[in-house]
């Protein structure tokens, strides 16, 4: 498809949507490995996630809302957990986090991933063991160091050669000693998004290992006073669906653990081989399962080990949105269904919904693919290829690019998005002063705010107003 100045959006054959996407037969059955597990139609054709019908919790907390199925939330981190058995796992606080889930996420017996202020603040609130909490980040101040150092957060990834000084200084200061890891690129083109891909040589993430920054890294490391070496610590990117990528940065990572233990004398007790795996969006994706993933990638460390004859090392994985993102879905209410003439006699079904971009950015920024179904019945319609847009004052303000819905969408249907679990609230913005949604936790028939709706006190609490004078 050419290039439009305007966007994809209108592009020559745009209205087509894409190729992998075809008419189902029935628009009301659900795609399982799409929707979280306890999600089902009842007797009624309406859709119920965690024994609650939406249109039950609709009507108590209006729309647009996060669903966030606690159950399947919870199968997930142990999924993961007993997979990787030896393994420390760390969700990622970055893709959705709120006290309740850090305390979920604590009780599955999974570490936690910060790279914020704000992200160790919840954790700290909910209890979390801070010695299983580690710090990512490419620009952490001295304040921020100076706090994790001071609440013994276990293990602090380094990305510069400024923050190794900073974080000296912070110890020297204190008295106190950071347990650290050098994040490294691997120089791995992963299969996703570029900006998502994170091991390639021309990013923002890590020391080089192709440059030898990395090395220098370790021996200013090893050198400091304050500080710990835990190990290495390799991201290839996110929404990744196999291990090749895996295999050729775990080869030079421990390439260069082997050289570290070589000319530094240095045998490193642990190695982060990040994850970031993917999850199913649409009928296009298909996920690996974390036993499946758990096998190749103990296969791919055990091998490279023995053919450079060093030990294996603790090893730590980061799952990143493969938990909580297929956890959730998000509800809408349409509020105008509106056909459109394009060029050459097509036409294009537009469904307006009460949220958009503001909800959900990941489709503008990252060109993110979505489905959706009608969640408050069922319908006898024939199919139509629709496409699900926001109600802010941006033409790229679109949800679901392309979905076949039943025929007869109308304004007042409650549309639902499976797959926002992820980014989505922790991306949400008051664009257009539009009102973050709330995140409500359901569990067998029970549904409970954990993220409350904002309210237009929220929004104008930061805003000064009008002097006086």
Known sequence: MRAHEAGWAHAEGAFKG????????????????????????????????????????VADHNTPAYVLDEADFRARARAFRDAFAGYEVFYAGKAFLCTEVARWVAEEGLSLDVCSEGELTVALRAGFDPARIGYHGNNKTTMELRHAVAVGVGRIILDSFSEIDRLVEVTADTGLTARVMVRVTAGVEAHTHEYIATAHEDQKFGFSITSGDALEAVRRVLAADGLELLGLHSHIGSQIFDTSGFEVAARRVLALQARVSDELGVTLPEMDLGGGFGIAYTTQDDPSDPAQLATEMSK??????????????????????????PAMCTVYTVGTVKDVELDGGQRRTYVSVDGGMSDNIRTALYDADYSCTLASRASDAPPTLARVV??????GDIVVKDEFVPGDVAPGD??????????????????????????????DGVARVVVRRETYDDLLATDVGVSDE
């Open 18 to 57: 894409p190729g992998w996407l075809r008419e189902p037969a029935d628009p009301n059955r659900l795609v399982p490995h799409l929707w979280s597990t306890t999600a089902h139609r009842g007797e009624d054709g309406a859709l119920s996630v965690g024994g609650m019908a939406l249109a039950d919790l």
């Open 300 to 325: 791919i460390v055990e091998h490279e080990c023995r053919a450079l004859d060093i030990p294996e090392p603790q090893l730590s994985i980061e799952p990143g949105r493969a938990i909580v993102g």
């Open 390 to 395: 926001g109600k802010h004052c941006e033409a």
């Open 414 to 443: 409650l549309l639902a998005v499976p797959g926002t679990g992820a980014y989505c609230r922790s991306m949400a913005s008051n664009y257009n002063h539009a009102l973050r949604p709330p995140v409500v936790a359901v569990r």
